[in-house]
């Protein structure tokens, strides 16, 4: 497999680097440390010249100052961060458990993921709780974090008819990514169960518990823990 | 020290230049849709170029200042008023507190910038008080405004009365052309297709917001739908598998997953956004080089361009 990067042109200040093939589908952990590496790698490159960064599953979108600094300076850059062997981030990855009140109720495509997985509801919480995540990316929402990849059998497609509210914390899944919903918002989402971790908090440093390229696993929880830990329930 | 909101209009929103640094948590740049009659307002004041005034899209925002100050209202052309008296846009007049502001609606184009001598004093939430109604953040309590809400601002006994000469007023049309660098998946759209975008007529409808301007026109259809999410610039055109394009704006979300033919300039998504539906879109596509050409000249010309001293 070619390991060729490229930087393309995103818009008239910013690029957009792809790792690994072009037009690739492909998630890979691999590719995710290497853009949580570059991004680092950046930021320390272009300093004050940075206006924003995008990592996401196999890019790095940088959007620059181009008011005090031109395209061709920090394409150069761009290279030189790319040609640079990175430091290994897997020490700065840190792996964050969070708790999950599975519930047939609560998260009401459960017991369908479980029937087309052919397993039990236990086994399909088993199984959602085997993997270790990472975290790909974040956006959509303010601190919804994309999680990969989860077992095949868990896969499914986003609803028909996406909701018009999906509560805070709802755990979800969408072909073979899973997420918990940072706040209360439409979405289209298979919904398991729900996390009383908050996701995204404005008024607390770091806002978010996860950062790209981070890990996640999930543990379940029953009704009672999940309020204890702050949990709110809600009616389908 | 404010001015307090008798009635906000349709939707009128709290914005500096933008929040910058916090796509890595899922949170969109937001700040003004028409940057450049944004930046005449703060420049007529002698504010910051950052500092916080509000965006009104298509007008009836009336409010009552409580202290004595300076604004300047720029953007759409709507009737302005201070006490009943008719006022011009593209220049500063004084208030003294009880005095009612009111702004009519807009006939033609559909943002208007109100600004205050200093800017409004707003908390900044992410290191901006740019608001987004969707996120809940920036602004008062991430809202937009309502009557009786308070804007802080400082008490301003003297200022220079200034304004922008008529030549040098932005016209808002009821077309726009676009010029659009190629990028992103540009490749895997055919060069008949890249003709097609160049020579072909747009509309504006009316499933249009801060997030994005979808488009009605021949179709731009990318043969492949199949990619992962990324990062997404400001005016970058999203092409869902219908061909018709998307110009995503300032509230947009980080990261999509539709193929992007490229990237309209942000000098040009400030026109985009004065239009209303039905209104029409031509697209031009430009290089880099061109781009940056564009961006300096205008920078030259608005840094150069002098102001008028002018009496109420």
């Known amino acids: ?236 | 020290m404010s001015f307090k909101v008798l009635q906000p209009g349709l939707l009128s929103l709290l914005q500096d230049l933008g929040r910058f640094g916090q796509h890595e948590i899922g949170l969109t740049s937001s700040g003004p849709l028409d940057s450049e009659a944004f930046a005449w307002a703060n420049r007529i004041l002698g504010n910051a170029a950052n500092a916080c005034a509000i965006e009104v899209s298509f007008g009836g925002l009336q409010l009552q200042a409580q202290t004595d100050s300076y604004i300047c209202i720029t953007g759409a052309e709507l009737d302005v008023s201070i006490n009943g008296v008719n006022k011009p846009l593209w220049c500063g007049h004084k208030v003294v507190a009880g005095d009612q502001v009111k702004l009519g609606y807009s006939s033609q184009g559909c943002r208007t910038y109100l600004a205050v001598a200093g800017g409004f004093n707003i908390d900044p939430s992410f290191g901006s008080c740019a608001t987004v109604m969707r996120e809940k953040i920036g602004g008062l309590n991430g809202l937009k405004l309502a009557a009786n809400d308070q804007l802080p601002c400082a008490t301003v006994l003297q200022h220079d009365q200034l304004s922008l000469a008529p030549q040098h007023q932005p016209i808002y049309a009821e077309s726009a052309h676009l010029r659009l660098v190629l990028g992103y998946q540009h490749n895997l759209f055919d060069a008949a297709t890249k003709a097609r975008l160049q020579h072909s007529q747009y509309q504006v409808t009316d499933r249009s917001d801060r997030m994005g301007m979808r488009l009605q026109g021949p179709s731009i259809a990318c043969p492949s739908q199949q990619m992962l999410s990324e990062g997404i610039a400001l005016g970058a055109v999203q092409v869902p598998a219908d061909g018709q394009p998307i110009v995503l704006l300032n509230d947009r979300q980080t990261i999509g997953g539709y193929p992007k033919l490229g990237s309209v300039i942000a000098r040009d998504t400030a026109r985009l956004a004065q239009l209303r539906p039905g209104n029409t879109i031509t697209f031009e596509i430009i290089d880099l080089y061109q781009a940056h050409t564009i961006n300096t000249l205008a920078q030259l010309k608005f840094d150069a361009t002098p102001l008028l001293h002018t009496k109420d």
């Not at chain 1, 910013?14 to 790792?19: G, M, N, R, T, V």
């Not at chain 1, 995204?200 to 996860?210: A, D, E, T």
């Open chain 1, 1 to 236: 497999m070619s390991r060729v990067d490229s930087i393309e042109i995103a818009s008239e200040n910013s690029y957009i680097i792809y790792f690994g093939e072009p037009n690739s589908t492909v998630i890979s952990a691999e590719v995710s440390a290497k853009i949580a590496a570059t991004t680092a790698q950046i930021k320390h490159q272009l300093g004050h010249h940075l206006l924003d960064l995008v990592p996401s599953y196999a890019s790095l979108l940088v959007i620059f100052n181009s008011t005090n600094c031109d395209h061709l300076w920090v394409k150069q850059q761009l290279r030189s961060a790319l040609s640079r062997p990175l430091a290994t981030q897997q020490e700065a990855s840190k792996l964050v458990k969070l708790p999950v009140f599975y519930s047939t109720k609560y998260g009401p495509e459960l017991s369908l993921l479980a029937t087309n997985a052919k397993l039990s509801v236990e086994q399909t919480i088993d199984l959602h709780c085997a993997t270790e995540y990472r975290v790909y990316a974040i956006g959509f929402a303010p601190g919804f974090a994309y999680l990969g990849e989860i077992d095949e059998r868990l896969a499914a497609p986003r609803l028909a008819t996406p909701r018009l509210k999906v509560p805070t914390g709802a755990v979800a899944i969408a072909d073979r990514q899973t997420a918990v919903y940072p706040a209360p918002s439409p979405g289209g989402w298979n919904l398991i169960g729900l996390c009383p971790t908050p996701m995204f908090n404005p008024q607390q440093v770091p806002h978010m518990p996860v950062n790209v390229g981070d890990r996640v696993q999930f543990y379940p929880i029953d009704q009672a823990q999940y309020v204890t830990l702050g949990g709110q329930l809600h009616e389908f």
